[in-house]
C-alpha cells in the first residue's frame, strides 16, 4: 500500500467534460466519476431537475501523488470560483 | 375569447394531466416521473413532431410560401430576443438580462405540439413546414444572448477560462445552433420524414402518429410537475419577471399576428407561428446559458419560462391568440 | 374450479410473462428490468385503468348501485386490516402484526387489471366505478394499521423523533391516504377521464387502450423477476406467515363474495371486489409502513405479498374465485 | 446488386435513424439515449420478434424442414467461431483471438430483426422457426471461444481465481447458453408465442406488432450514436481487423447461402440465415468474454462487431445477401 | 486548503427528505446526495428493489468545520439508532 | 466514535457479484455499492457505454476495523491483478 491523495470534486454535471479534460492534462493516472449527484451550497439547491439537466451536479475523485494533487487543486481553483462547486483533499492508502 | 374555446382547450386530457402534475407537485405529493422517463417522452414527441413535418412537407413541396414563413420566423427568433433584453435590463444586470431574453427568444416544442393538438381538435390545419420554422427559431436567441453580452458586459470580467476574450467563437455557436440535441433530432427527422415520404410515415405510423396524443398526455403530467415544482419557488424571482413572463408572451403574440396577417398566412399557420414566437425555451436555452453565461442565475431563466410562461400558454394563451386570429382572419 | 378455466387463465401472455420472469430468478438468470422502467408501466396501468375507469363511469353515470358498491368497498378496506391484525398477533408483536396487516388491508393494483384481462377474455364486464372502489380501499389500511399501533404498542416505544406522542398526525395521514402517487393517480385521471368523456378517451385510447393488454405482458415480466427473487428467500418469514399468506385472501374472498351476493352486485362487479379484498399491496403500503413503522421488519409485510398472495391470486385466485361467484350467482 | 435494392433498404426510416444517430455521435453532439432505455427498446425487440416467432412457428407447426433449418444453425454456430479463430490468431493472441472469434460466432439480433423488416418491405416471407434458429446461434460459440482458449493458451495462466483449472465448468456454461438475458427472453416469448398462439398474439399485437417498426427505428437512433462513438476510435483495432470485420460476414454469408441452396431453404429463410452467420454479437458475447476471458481487450471485440460489421450488415450487406440469393434462386 | 470535516452517511432513501431537513437545522453550509446506493448491513440486503422503492438506501455527504461536524453527529445518532444506517467523520482538506 | 477503516474498490461491474462474496467470506459487517460509475484507469475510458453493459464500473465501501480491512486487502489484490480496478484504504471515525 502506498501513500496517496485523494482529491474529491463536485461540479456541475454541464461542466463535466471540461474538468476531465484539465484533470487529463495535469496529468493524473486516472479518474472516477458519478453522475447524477444532487447536492445543496452557496448557489442554492441542485435537485436534480427532471427535465433541464442544468441543475445537476457530478461527482469526481483521483488518486494521485502529492504533487499531481497540488497540480490538480491549481487547475481547478479557477473553475470553482467560476462556476461553482467544491473540492477536497484527503490522504488515503492505495492498494497496488 | 369565447368561453368555449377555453373550456374546450381545458378540459383535453393533455391540459387536465398538466394541471394534475402541477398540484401534485403544489400539494407535495411524493409523485414523481424520474429521468431519463421525460427524455424519453420528449424524444418521442421530438421525433414524432419532425418525421411528421417531415412527411407533410413532402407532400406540399417546398414552395416561395414555405420559405416566406421560414424567413419570418428567423427574423422574430432575432428581433425578440433584443428587445427583450433591452426591457430586462430595466431589472437585471447584462448577464440576467442576456439569458433570460435567450431564453424567451427561443422556443418551447412542447407548447407547439399542445397548439398543433388544439387546432387538430378544431379541425384546422397547418403546414409540415412550420415544424421546420420551429426548428430553425431555436437556436437563434442563444447566439443573440452571447452577442448582447460580448457588446455590454464588462470586457475583464469577459474573460473565457480558455483564455479566449469573446465568447463567440464560430465552433461552439455552431455546436449550439445545429447540435444542439432537439435541433438536431428535429431536423434530422424532418429531413427522414421527408425523403422516405408516404411509405416511410406508414411505417412508423402507429408509434409516432397513433399514439401521438396518449404521449403528449403522458409527458404533460411530468412537465406539470416539474413546473409545479418551480411554482412554489417562483416568488423568489420577483414581480417584474412574473409580469414580463406573462405580457412579453401576449407582445410577441400581437406582434406575430400581426407579421403573419401582412404576410398573408392561413389561419392554422399563424396560430403556430404566434406560439412558437410567444413560447419560452426551459431545456436547450437554460442548458447553452448555464455554460456559456455562467454569472447568469439559472433561477431567473428557467422559473418563469417553465412555472408561468408554459401554463399560462397552454391553458390561457392558445385559445387566446386563436381568438384573436379567428376574429381578424374571419 | 373448472381446470378450462383455470388453463384459460394461465395460457394468457400476461400469466405466462409473469412466470417467465419468475423463472428467471429463480434460474439467476442476470435478466432484469432496471429501475425507472418498472416505474413507466406501473404508472401507464395506473393512468390507463384510472381514465378508462372515469370514461365508463360517465357513461354509466353515478347511480345508487355504485355508491353502495363503493361503501361496500370502504367497509372491506376497514375490516380486513383489523382481523388480519389478530391474527397475526399469534405470532408477531405489535410493530410487525399491525404493518402486515395494513398490506393486507389495502390493495394490489396489478392483480385488480390481471382479473379485468380475465374477465374480457370470458366477455363478462364490470362497472367504470370498480376503479373508484380500488382507489378508496387502497388508504384505509394504512390508518388502520397506525391506529392499530398507537392501541397496542408500549408507550415508550411509541415516541416519535419528532417528539410526537402520537403517529396519527393528521397531516401524514392525509398525505398517506390521499397523496400517495398511486391513490393520487387513479384518483386525477378517473376524474379527468370522468370529466373529459368519450372525446377525451378516443383521443388517448390508441396508448392507454389498445396498447393495454402488451403492457400488462411487459409489467408482469418484472413483476415474475421481483417476486421471484423474493420467493428464493420465502422460508426466512415462516410457516405461519406462508400459510397466512393464502387462507387470509381466500378468506377475504368469501366474505367478499358473501357480501356482494348480499348486495346484489352482478358477476364481474363481484369479482372484481373479491379480487380487491383478497389481494395485499406491495408498493405503496410498504414504503408507508417503512416509514411510520420501522420497528417493523419489512421482509415480512413485502415477502408475502409479493411472492405468494400475488402470483396465488394472478394464477389460481381469479379463475377460483369466479368459479365460485360463477355458481352462486348461477 | 442493383442500386434499387440498396436505395429502398437505406431510404427506410429504421436505416436512417441509424445514421443519423452516428453522425450524432461524429459531429459530438450531446443528444444520448440514457440507460434503461436502449435496454427497453432492446427488451421489447426481443419480445415482440420472439412472440410472433412462437406465434408463426404455431401456424406453421414444427415439421422436419424446420429441425433442418435449426440443424444448420447450430452447425454454423459451432463451425465459425473455429475458422475465425485460426484467422485472427495470424495478428493476434489466443485469449483476444478467441474472444473476437467468439463474437462473430454469435449473432445479432437487430441485425436479424432489420433484414427482417427489409423482407417485410419487399413482401417475401420467412419461417417463425428462424427466431428459434437465431436463439440456438447466440451461445453455441461462447462455449467455443472458452474450449479454444483451454486448448491454446498456456496452462499457468489458465488458472481461475476460484483455483478453477479450467474455464469450462458445466454450470458456467449453461448460465451463458441459456440463462442469458436475450436467449432467455428470445426462448420464453417464443414458448409463450407458441403456446398461446392466436388468442394469445391478438391480445399482445397492438403493442408488439403493430409498433415493431416504429420501435426499430428509435432504438436504431441509439444503435448509431453508440456505433459512431465506437467508429471515432476505430484506427485503434487495426487495419486487419478493419478489414476482417468486412470480410468474414461477406465470407459466412457466402458459406451461409450455399448451405441454404444445397438444403433447400426459401428465399426468405435463406436470407435470414445468411445474415444470422453474417452478424457479430455487440451484447451478449462480449459480456460473457469480459467476464470469462478477461485477458482480452474488450475493445478489440466490441468496436468492430458494433462500429464496422453491424451498420456494413444493415446498410449493405443485407441488400447484397438479397440479389445473389434472388440471382440463384432465381 | 483549510482543514474540515467529513460527515458521510448512509440511510434508508425514505429518510432523506427528514435527514436533509435536520442537516440544515444544525447549519451546515451544504451536502451533496448520492441517491440509488444499495447496500448490506444489520439490517439485511438493500438490494434496491425494483418495485417497491422501500430497500433503498441513500448517501450523504456534507463538509463542516468541526463543532458543526460534532452537531451533526449529535443529530443524526437517534436517526440511525432508530432507523438503521451509518454514519462515519473523517478530515479533509477543503479547497477555498 | 470508534476508529475505523475505510476499504474503498472501484472494479467492473461485471465482477461485482463475486467480488461482494469475497467481501463477505471475509467477513464484513457491511458494505455500501454505488452502481453506475464511469471513469478513467490503465485499461480505458470505461465510459457507460449504453448498450453493452460491459464498460461500467462500481464503487463498493466498506467500514471495518484494521483486522478485516487488511484482510479485504489482501482478498482483493488478485483480483485487482486480474481484471484491473483500484482499492484505498483510509482511516475514519464511526458514530456508533
Ligand atoms: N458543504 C458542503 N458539503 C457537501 N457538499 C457541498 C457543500 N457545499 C456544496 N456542496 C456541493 O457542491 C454543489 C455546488 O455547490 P455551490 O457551488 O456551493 O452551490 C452543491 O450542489 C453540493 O452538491
Ligand atoms: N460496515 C459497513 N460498511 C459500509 N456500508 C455499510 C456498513 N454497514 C452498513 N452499511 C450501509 O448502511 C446501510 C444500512 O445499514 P444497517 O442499518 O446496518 O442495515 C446498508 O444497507 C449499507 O448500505
Ligand atoms: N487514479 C485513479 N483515480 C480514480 N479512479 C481511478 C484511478 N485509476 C483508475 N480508476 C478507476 O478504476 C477503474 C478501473 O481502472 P483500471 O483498471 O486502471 O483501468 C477506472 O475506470 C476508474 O473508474
Ligand atoms: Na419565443
Ligand atoms: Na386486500
Ligand atoms: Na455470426
Known sequence: MEKAKKVEIVIDSIHLSYLLEKLQKVGVSGYSVFKDVIGMGERGMMAGDELTDVFKNSYIFTLCDEETANKVVEAIRPILKKYGGICTVSDVLWVK | ?330
Chains 1, 5, 6 share one sequence.
Open chain 2, 1 to 330: 375569447m369565447s368561453l368555449d374555446l377555453l373550456m374546450q382547450n381545458i378540459l383535453n386530457p393533455a391540459i387536465m394531466m398538466f394541471f394534475l402534475g402541477l398540484f401534485a407537485a403544489i400539494l407535495k405529493s411524493p409523485l414523481d416521473i424520474p429521468q431519463p422517463l421525460p427524455k424519453l417522452f420528449s424524444l418521442y414527441l421530438l421525433i414524432a413532431i419532425g418525421f411528421h413535418g417531415g412527411y407533410e412537407l413532402a407532400k406540399s413541396g417546398i414552395t416561395g410560401d414555405v420559405l416566406k414563413v421560414l424567413l419570418l420566423a428567423i427574423l422574430m427568433a432575432i428581433l425578440v430576443p433584443i428587445y427583450a433584453f433591452f426591457i430586462l435590463r430595466i431589472k437585471f444586470d447584462v448577464y440576467n438580462a442576456a439569458a433570460i431574453a435567450a431564453t424567451y427568444g427561443s422556443i418551447s416544442a412542447v407548447t407547439f405540439i399542445t397548439a398543433g393538438n388544439f387546432l387538430n381538435t378544431l379541425g384546422v390545419n397547418y403546414g409540415g413546414y412550420m415544424v421546420a420554422a420551429m426548428t430553425l427559431m431555436e437556436s437563434p436567441a442563444i447566439v443573440i444572448g452571447l452577442i448582447l453580452v460580448s457588446f455590454f458586459a464588462v470586457k475583464s470580467l469577459n474573460d473565457d477560462l480558455n483564455g479566449n476574450t469573446s465568447r463567440l467563437n464560430l465552433k461552439e455557436v455552431l455546436n449550439e445552433s445545429l447540435l444542439n440535441p432537439s435541433v438536431y433530432i428535429l431536423l434530422g427527422t424532418l429531413i427522414i420524414g421527408f425523403v422516405t415520404g408516404e411509405k416511410g410515415w406508414k411505417a412508423v405510423e402507429p408509434l409516432f402518429g397513433n399514439l401521438f396524443k396518449g404521449m403528449l398526455a403522458f409527458f404533460l403530467l411530468d412537465m406539470g410537475i416539474v413546473a409545479g415544482k418551480r411554482l412554489v419557488e417562483v416568488k423568489k424571482v420577483g414581480t417584474f419577471l412574473i409580469g414580463f413572463a406573462v405580457l412579453l408572451p401576449v407582445f410577441n403574440a400581437f406582434v406575430a399576428i400581426g407579421l403573419a396577417k401582412i404576410f398573408g398566412l392561413s389561419k392554422g399557420d399563424a396560430l403556430m407561428f404566434t406560439v412558437l414566437c410567444a413560447s419560452a425555451s426551459y431545456i436547450a436555452v437554460p442548458a447553452a446559458m448555464r455554460m456559456s453565461i455562467p454569472e447568469a442565475n439559472p433561477s431567473l431563466y428557467v422559473t418563469p419560462a417553465l412555472a408561468i410562461t408554459f401554463p399560462f400558454n397552454i391553458s390561457f394563451g392558445i385559445p387566446l391568440y386563436y381568438t384573436i386570429i379567428n376574429n381578424i382572419w374571419g
